[in-house]
Every structure is written in C-alpha cells, then in structure tokens.
C-alpha cells in the first residue's frame, strides 16, 4: 500500500532534497510502518523548529490509515497530475528500497 505524506510550506518554504519535495509516498506495510520509514528518510512528526504560526511541516498517517493500491495525491494519479504554484513533483520510496522522481505535467 501507498501512503501520502504531504508537506505543509512551513515558514514559507519547502524542505527539498533527494529523498523529499513536496509530497513524499511511502510504499508500506501498513501505516506505522510508513511513519517508521518516513522518519528514516527525513521526515519528523515533532514540529521541532517548524513556524509556530504555520504549523507542523509534517504529519504521520494515522494508525488505522489503509493507504491506497496505487501512488495518489488527493485521489488523483501521480503520475496525471498538474504543476502548480506548490506543486511541481512527487517523489515516490518503494518498499525494494528504490525510489522514483515523478515531475508533474
């Protein structure tokens, strides 16, 4: 299963590097397993540092969080998606420890 984490423009920017953008997908066993991963690719669920007044930039899925078969954003397929003002990729952690770029159309 695919879970969607999406980054909240804390502070007024996006943290961006190999590993994270915009919208970050872990493929997963479940949705403690996603968190588990997503931390060890460089997300955090504390808000340490983030705006007081924007928020946390990340949120963990919730534990009853059943994920979706395929890679989606907002229910939509990655891989069919727009860029916007805030939008521009994907990246995508399988779970064979490969991951994959996807820039919006």
């Keep these: 299963m695919y879970y969607t984490f999406i980054q909240n ?6 943290d961006s590097n190999s590993d994270v ?3 970050v997908i ?5 949705a403690k397993h996603a968190n588990d991963r997503a931390t060890e690719i460089g997300l ?8 007081p007044c924007c928020g946390n930039r990340w949120d963990e899925q919730w534990d009853d969080a ?20 805030f939008r521009a990729k994907c ?13 919006f159309k």
């Design 9 to 14: 423009n804390s502070g007024g920017y996006f």
């Design 91 to 103: 990246i995508i952690h399988r779970l064979d420890g490969s991951k994959e770029a996807v820039e």
């Design 21 to 23: 953008c915009e919208y």
């Design 44 to 51: 955090y669920f504390d808000g340490a540092g983030d705006c």
């Design 66 to 85: 059943e994920g979706t078969e395929t890679p989606l954003i907002y229910r939509e397929s990655v891989y069919e998606l727009f860029k916007g003002i």
């Design 26 to 30: 872990i493929e997963a066993n479940n």
